[in-house]
């Protein structure tokens, strides 16, 4: 069973700046898109970053280009989220995701529907105070 775990939320000052990591276990596929979403009660989950790892390919959604930063640690197993010059907006929920590409060398239009994403974390917590 493939486990991703989370780590990292907490709370900021806006304008702040915070690291979320994710670490993944037992995905034994070559390839992966991996992302990082995030939800707000009673709103849809949104794709934030992702990661193709053939390449290290990197995609945002625009609310984030420019302030945040996807990357990873391919010995460690692990993704990370670099965020910063935070805003309240950014509060929420924030989960880590994974799945095998299903669109040939991309990851856009996963990142772009939490459903084509296959295996979740638990989420953390980001709460961005004015």
């Known amino acids: 069973q493939v486990e991703l775990v989370e780590s990292g939320g907490g709370s900021v000052q806006a304008g702040g700046s915070l690291r979320l990591s994710c670490t993944i276990s037992r995905y034994t596929y070559s390839s992966a898109c991996m992302g990082w979403f995030r939800q707000v009660p009673g709103k849809e989950r949104e794709g934030v970053a992702a990661?193709?790892?053939?390449?290290?390919?990197?995609y945002y959604a625009d609310s984030v280009k420019g302030r945040y930063t996807i990357s990873r640690d391919n010995a460690k197993n692990t993704v990370y989220l670099q965020m910063n010059s935070l805003k309240p907006e950014d509060t929420a929920m924030y989960y880590c995701?994974?799945?095998?590409?299903?669109?040939?060398?991309?990851?856009?239009?996963?990142?772009?529907?939490?459903?084509?994403?296959?295996?979740w974390g638990q989420g953390t917590q980001v709460t961005v105070s004015s």
């Open positions: 995701a994974a799945s095998r590409p299903k669109y040939g060398s991309s990851c856009y239009f996963q990142l772009m529907d939490e459903l084509d994403m296959t295996y």
């Open positions: 990661i193709y790892t053939d390449d290290d390919s990197t």
